[in-house]
């Protein structure tokens, strides 16, 4: 362990470098820029309000609030573990040229995508003041579910980044798991009626559903469900073992497939 740690301290300048390299690429192209990561949340949720609320009879004038967590979180979780997923390929050129702990790359695409998660949340404070959800001593709970949020996307990411080298087709496959992922995540619809039906179980096997929930507690100033917590954190613990023990195992045969 102490081997590894040292060995992340002597790369952590490249993951920083990395992890910038992200952020300022992820916009490059763009007029607006890093705005874009305000702008686009805030136009999804115009959209999704607009079509789930208005049109659908939904007249909780907090509603926008409930959509925007919910749909901050999936857009992290979506970005990270698919950014993740390619990260090897995409840098195929440097692996094949220098030493470097590979990952380093998977680990740079989900810092970086949380990052720019992170600055979206200034979108979620103004909506939420503006629609008169005022922060309670249980926001602070927020922290929880968020950390857990990066360790899950992480341990998934390494998991997929792996399995990416020897089977491409995972892209295309994840792409369809990720719409399932969402759907099942309860982004613009509320869960209750599903949750009392037999088809409850579809939430709350879906990880990601149990970290939106718990945040959307700390948000609306309710205490976080205990059981769901335990779930998240039992989740991400293994897959981040998981991910990284089979990272090590295959690691070495990465070269002879990029």
Avoid: C
Avoid at 39 to 49: A, G
Avoid at 192 to 206: A, H, M, Q, R, V
């Amino acid at each position: 362990m102490k081997t590894y740690i040292e060995n992340f301290k002597k790369y952590r300048f490249l993951l920083y470098e990395l992890v910038k390299k992200g952020v300022k690429l992820k916009y490059r192209r763009s007029y607006l820029g890093i705005l874009w990561t305000l702008l686009e949340p805030l136009l999804t949720m115009i959209v999704l309000s607009i079509v789930f609320g208005t049109l659908f009879g939904n007249k909780d004038p907090q509603f926008p609030v409930y959509i925007l967590t919910g749909r901050l979180m999936y857009s992290f979780f979506s970005s990270a573990t698919s950014g993740a997923m390619k990260a090897i390929r995409t840098n195929a050129g440097m692996i094949k040229k220098v030493y470097v702990p590979k990952y380093i790359y998977p680990l740079s695409s989900v810092l970086f995508n949380y990052i720019i998660f992170a600055i979206s949340l200034i979108v979620l404070v103004a909506v939420a003041v503006v629609l008169k959800v005022y922060p309670t001593v249980y926001m602070l709970q927020a922290v929880v579910p968020l950390f857990l949020l990066l360790v899950t996307a992480f341990g998934v990411g390494m998991i997929l980044s792996t399995m990416a080298v020897f089977f491409r087709d995972l892209e295309y496959l994840w792409s369809v798991g990720l719409m399932i992922v969402m759907y099942a995540s309860a982004i613009f619809y509320y869960p209750e009626k599903i949750l009392t039906s037999g088809f409850g179980w579809i939430l709350k096997f879906n990880p990601l559903y149990l970290l939106i929930h718990n945040f959307r507690q700390a948000v609306f100033g309710m205490p976080m469900n205990m059981r769901y917590l335990a779930a998240s954190i039992g989740f991400a613990i293994v897959s981040v073992i998981v991910g990284l023990v089979f990272f090590y195992k295959k690691q070495d045969e990465f070269i002879l497939h990029i």
